[in-house]
């Protein structure tokens, strides 16, 4: 049972227009939400990060937005850069960030130059 | 401190085969987790350690897998009688607080 799903395995974006990754979960008790960025051959790469507590958190062009009631969150990235093309991996973990993270599958993202 | 560093990088076993990998977390940084990872999938969680204390492990992880943090620093995994299902990209990462920072990663190939 998959706990965070992220349902568009891949987007395509256009060179500075907005890139918008989706994600879903369903378990109630998750307080801590991260979005990763991943190349290949390379591990993941912390990006982002919202408490349960917060609606929106912005970090330069990366602003993360969480829809508790609907158990949704998504990253906006404005204006999308070349550089952006990764996986992205939504994840999410408990009442504190020292609690294991469980990753969704990942979104690619391929921003067109 | 360049940051997680795991050995080797890559892998090639042959089925049957007891094959350990070595995470080094970044030094001050109390919290470490294994993942594993297969194509198009997120990582999933196999364990992790407080310190020298594994406090979790996950199904997934049968009783071939076994982790070690000995002294609370670097930590080992090692699969026993390999099978081919254990092909994956094998992830650790440790954390001190918000967010876990992750290594390169082992990619192992059971053959």
């Known amino acids: 049972d998959q706990q965070v799903k992220q349902n568009s395995p891949s987007l395509s974006v256009q060179e500075g227009r907005i890139s918008i990754l989706n994600c879903d979960y369903t378990n109630s008790m998750f307080d801590y939400f991260l979005w990763y960025k991943k190349y290949p051959a390379e591990g993941p790469t912390f990006l982002i990060s919202i408490s349960s507590i917060k609606d929106k958190n912005e970090d330069g062009r990366f602003t993360v937005f969480l829809n508790k009631s609907a158990k949704h969150l998504s990253l906006h990235i404005v204006p999308s850069q070349p550089g952006d093309s990764a996986v992205y991996f939504c994840?999410?973990?408990?009442?504190?960030?020292?609690?294991?993270?469980?990753f969704g599958p990942g979104t690619s993202l391929s921003v067109i130059p | 401190d360049t940051g997680v560093s795991q050995n080797p990088r890559h892998k090639i076993t042959k089925r049957g085969q007891n094959v350990t990998f070595r995470c080094d977390p970044i030094?001050?940084?109390?919290?470490l987790y294994w993942y594993r990872q297969t194509l198009g999938q997120g990582p999933e969680f196999l364990t992790y350690f407080q310190n020298e204390a594994q406090l979790e492990k996950s199904r997934l992880l049968s009783d071939r897998f076994s982790a070690e943090r000995p002294k609370g620093s670097f930590s080992t995994l090692e699969i026993q009688r390999t099978e081919q299902g254990d092909s994956a990209m094998y992830l650790c990462?440790?954390?001190?607080?918000?967010?876990?920072?992750f290594g390169q990663g082992t990619r192992l190939t059971v053959v």
């Open positions: 030094s001050e940084h109390n919290r």
């Open positions: 990462a440790s954390s001190l607080g918000m967010g876990a920072f």
């Open positions: 994840a999410a973990s408990g009442k504190t960030s020292y609690d294991k993270v469980i």
